[in-house]
């Protein structure tokens, strides 16, 4: 079995710890995110192997990308990978809430288990959990925590708009 592959690179909303297994991503993880999994103890960085998925992050963070380019090896529930692979259809840009996204994934009562779901999201930025929000329009929840998430919204509206 191939080993846990890592490397660790920086970004406007601190270093950013990325994972891959088997040839496909597996994590995007933050400093002092919650819901953060440990990486296995025989975990091996590879800068090179993780070149592509770097460039990309900056792009993005350049505002010179919308839409990432990656193969993903998203692990957990099926439930769970419902909800990411809805979050990942949510425009560059544009926000949804909780009861949307719980509507997507077939139980408009779901809102809970959907906030759940999207909290224990393993890639964060390139799954785009930080574009979901209260159905109020408040910035409800992040598990990079809020400031990143007013960041990344602010980012990408300024992107979007060509600021």
Same mark, same amino acid.
């Given at each position: 079995m191939m080993p846990t592959l890592t490397t660790t690179v920086p970004s406007? +909303? !601190?270093p950013l710890l990325l994972s891959a297994s088997? !040839?496909?991503?597996? *994590?995007?993880q933050?400093?002092?995110?919650r819901h953060f999994r440990e990486l296995p103890e025989d975990a091996v960085r590879d800068d090179e192997w993780f070149a592509d998925i770097r460039a990309q992050l900056d792009a993005y963070f350049c !505002?010179?990308?919308? @839409?990432f380019d990656v193969t993903l090896n998203l692990v957990g529930t099926d439930f769970q990978?419902?909800?990411?692979?809805?979050?990942?259809a949510i425009p560059y840009g544009e926000t949804i809430s909780y009861g949307e996204l719980a509507a997507r994934?077939?139980? @408009?009562?779901?809102?809970?288990a959907v906030g759940l779901a999207n909290g224990k999201n393993p890639v964060s930025i390139i799954v785009p959990c930080h574009r979901? +929000? *209260?159905?109020?329009?408040?910035l409800t929840g992040y598990g990079g925590g809020l400031d990143r998430k007013t960041w990344l919204l602010a980012h990408e509206t300024a992107s979007r708009n060509g600021s």
């Amino acid at each position: 079995m191939m080993p846990t592959l890592t490397t660790t690179v920086p970004s406007p +909303i !601190g270093p950013l710890l990325l994972s891959a297994s088997q !040839g496909a991503l597996t *994590g995007v993880q933050m400093q002092n995110q919650r819901h953060f999994r440990e990486l296995p103890e025989d975990a091996v960085r590879d800068d090179e192997w993780f070149a592509d998925i770097r460039a990309q992050l900056d792009a993005y963070f350049c !505002g010179d990308l919308r @839409e990432f380019d990656v193969t993903l090896n998203l692990v957990g529930t099926d439930f769970q990978r419902r909800v990411w692979a809805q979050l990942q259809a949510i425009p560059y840009g544009e926000t949804i809430s909780y009861g949307e996204l719980a509507a997507r994934v077939g139980n @408009e009562r779901a809102s809970r288990a959907v906030g759940l779901a999207n909290g224990k999201n393993p890639v964060s930025i390139i799954v785009p959990c930080h574009r979901v +929000i *209260g159905a109020d329009g408040s910035l409800t929840g992040y598990g990079g925590g809020l400031d990143r998430k007013t960041w990344l919204l602010a980012h990408e509206t300024a992107s979007r708009n060509g600021s």
